[in-house]
């Protein structure tokens, strides 16, 4: 284990001698393991070890008996200890995630909160990369999920990312290293141990050099991944047009490229890059405009060009939709339907009240096409039955509307003016009167959600 966790610190340049380095200890085999390795090698390689235990409280006694154990093997061994106690069942039940994935977050969490700014490392073993990609081929993953746990990941170091966990346990017999060991490790209630536990030793049967050709097999891919980040790294480049990315340049790359590129892009934005996303901005390169909805709040939009994200709600910025009669397409800005009825269906809407005048319009008078948009400078509003006209501007503000809310007010415009405005109504020149025979009534608010 000594020697390929050595080739793993040199090949990949983990402690430069002189580094400072927290090492995550859960009590078992592999962080022992790590700890005694990283231990001895301080006074060689100059190292500040200190150590960071969590606490989960899933497991009652055995969940104190791991911290217990882990503090004496550190006062045993003369290292710094912090430790995090963390209700991650009560944790992750508020925050909606599955306990394991909250767990890692906070987990992870504590680690940067340990490290202070110096590295991290972590016990993630030759086995562990192997389960993962398993995990990650039956979720349908791409190359860089073959791939696996990477061996570093920003600050965080995994130098026993060459030995498999044989191999360390047969270091903790060696230098007489105890350990505890998780039992929940050995439940089948988790896929990873399922995979641990009833895949992989099938597979070592048909191939007793199993870990060998896999290890030869992340190498090759690993390659490709990186060729492939390489080429998608220098077309960031030549399409980053602050605050967004040049469309043609995204439009001529292979799909390949173009989602490394978007998983960049996407990442520098503090998005998750998911299929939805991807296809999103795939359909909106063929259409060369538009926009669509990522997520709350977030909108992707195609524009002049230039893919941009949109994250902040007091600034939308939304091209001009044209639209019919019917539900109002899917959109940042609205919500609702436009129903278009005749005298006698408008008659029996009057009947029960609403302020239905308000929100009503003669159809035949609109001039051109109908366009929901926001306000633009110059509009202009006369209300209908009030006798008066104004800006927009000066509507809102004797309504007191935020000037920061206003790119969100809904504006029904033809092609000449504003036809309705939410919140003032519809304008004069379109108001419906007694030789009206289509009336369009219009049934929509502003989308807040």
Same mark, same amino acid.
């Given at each position: 284990?000594?020697?390929?966790?050595?080739?793993?610190?040199?090949?990949?340049?983990?402690?430069?001698?002189?580094?400072?380095?927290?090492?995550?200890?859960?009590?078992?085999?592999?962080?022992?393991?790590?700890?005694?390795?990283?231990?001895?090698?301080?006074?060689?390689?100059?190292?500040?070890?200190?150590?960071?235990?969590?606490?989960?409280?899933?497991?009652?006694?055995?969940?104190?008996?791991?911290?217990?154990?882990?503090?004496?093997?550190?006062?045993?061994?003369?290292?710094?200890?912090?430790?995090?106690?963390?209700?991650?069942?009560?944790?992750?039940?508020?925050?909606?995630?599955?306990?394991?994935?909250?767990?890692?977050?906070?987990?992870?969490?504590?680690?940067?909160?340990?490290?202070?700014?110096?590295?991290?490392?972590?016990?993630?073993?030759?086995?562990?990369?192997?389960?993962?990609?398993?995990?990650?081929?039956?979720?349908?993953?791409?190359?860089?999920?073959?791939?696996?746990?990477?061996?570093?990941?920003?600050?965080?170091?995994?130098?026993?990312?060459?030995?498999?966990?044989?191999?360390?346990?047969?270091?903790?017999?060696?230098?007489?290293?105890?350990?505890?060991?998780?039992?929940?490790?050995?439940?089948?209630?988790?896929?990873?141990?399922?995979?641990?536990?009833?895949?992989?030793?099938?597979?070592?049967?048909?191939?007793?050099?199993?870990?060998?050709?896999?290890?030869?097999?992340?190498?090759?891919?690993?390659?490709?991944?990186?060729?492939?980040?390489?080429?998608?790294?220098?077309?960031?480049?030549?399409?980053?047009?602050?605050?967004?990315?040049?469309?043609?340049?995204?439009?001529?790359?292979?799909?390949?490229?173009?989602?490394?590129?978007?998983?960049?892009?996407?990442?520098?934005?503090?998005?998750?890059?998911?299929?939805?996303?991807?296809?999103?901005?795939?359909?909106?390169?063929?259409? =060369?405009? #538009?926009?669509?909805? !990522? &997520? %709350?709040?977030?909108?992707?939009?195609?524009?002049? @060009? $230039? *893919?941009?994200?949109? +994250?902040?709600?007091?600034?939308?910025?939304?091209?001009?939709?044209?639209?019919?009669?019917?539900?109002?397409?899917?959109?940042?800005?609205?919500?609702?339907?436009?129903?278009?009825?005749?005298?006698?269906?408008?008659?029996?809407?009057? =009947?029960? #009240?609403?302020?239905? !005048? &308000? %929100?009503?319009?003669?159809?035949?008078?609109?001039? @051109? $096409? *109908?366009?929901?948009? +926001?306000?633009?400078?110059?509009?202009?509003?006369?209300?209908?039955?009030?006798?008066?006209?104004?800006?927009?501007?000066?509507?809102?503000?004797?309504?007191?509307?935020?000037?920061?809310?206003?790119?969100?007010?809904?504006?029904?415009?033809?092609?000449?003016?504003?036809?309705?405005?939410?919140?003032?109504?519809?304008?004069?020149?379109?108001?419906?009167?007694?030789?009206?025979?289509?009336?369009?009534?219009?049934?929509?608010?502003?989308?807040?959600?």
């Amino acid at each position: 284990m000594r020697d390929k966790a050595l080739r793993a610190l040199e090949e990949y340049k983990m402690l430069p001698p002189g580094s400072r380095v927290t090492v995550a200890v859960s009590g078992g085999a592999d962080s022992a393991a790590l700890l005694h390795f990283l231990c001895g090698l301080r006074r060689e390689k100059d190292l500040t070890v200190t150590t960071c235990h969590v606490n989960h409280l899933l497991r009652g006694e055995e969940s104190q008996r791991d911290e217990d154990f882990v503090r004496e093997l550190c006062r045993k061994w003369q290292v710094p200890l912090q430790v995090f106690r963390e209700d991650v069942s009560a944790g992750a039940a508020a925050a909606g995630e599955s306990v394991e994935l909250y767990g890692r977050r906070v987990r992870y969490s504590r680690l940067e909160q340990a490290a202070r700014g110096g590295r991290i490392a972590t016990a993630h073993t030759l086995s562990d990369r192997a389960e993962t990609t398993l995990l990650n081929l039956l979720r349908g993953t791409g190359l860089k999920g073959l791939c696996s746990i990477p061996p570093v990941q920003g600050r965080v170091i995994r130098p026993l990312i060459f030995c498999t966990r044989e191999e360390v346990e047969d270091y903790c017999r060696e230098n007489r290293i105890g350990y505890v060991t998780d039992s929940s490790n050995l439940s089948d209630a988790y896929t990873r141990n399922r995979v641990r536990q009833t895949v992989i030793p099938p597979l070592r049967a048909l191939q007793p050099a199993f870990y060998t050709v896999y290890g030869r097999m992340l190498e090759n891919l690993g390659q490709d991944e990186d060729f492939l980040q390489s080429q998608a790294d220098e077309a960031l480049d030549r399409a980053t047009d602050p605050p967004g990315l040049q469309a043609q340049v995204l439009a001529g790359l292979h799909p390949a490229i173009l989602f490394r590129v978007l998983r960049r892009f996407f990442d520098r934005e503090g998005l998750p890059c998911e299929e939805t996303g991807i296809k999103g901005v795939q359909r909106l390169l063929q259409a =060369k405009s #538009g926009q669509f909805q !990522l &997520k %709350k709040d977030v909108w992707i939009i195609l524009r002049g @060009g $230039r *893919l941009t994200v949109l +994250q902040d709600p007091g600034r939308l910025v939304f091209e001009p939709l044209a639209v019919e009669p019917g539900p109002l397409p899917p959109n940042p800005l609205a919500k609702g339907r436009l129903r278009l009825v005749n005298y006698e269906q408008f008659t029996n809407l009057q =009947k029960l #009240g609403c302020n239905i !005048l &308000k %929100k009503t319009i003669d159809y035949d008078k609109i001039y @051109g $096409r *109908l366009f929901l948009r +926001q306000r633009k400078e110059g509009d202009y509003l006369r209300c209908a039955r009030r006798g008066v006209g104004k800006p927009l501007r000066k509507w809102w503000n004797e309504q007191k509307i935020p000037p920061q809310r206003r790119d969100r007010i809904p504006v029904l415009a033809d092609e000449r003016s504003p036809v309705w405005v939410w919140g003032l109504g519809a304008d004069e020149r379109v108001c419906p009167t007694e030789v009206t025979t289509r009336f369009l009534v219009i049934d929509i608010e502003e989308d807040n959600a």
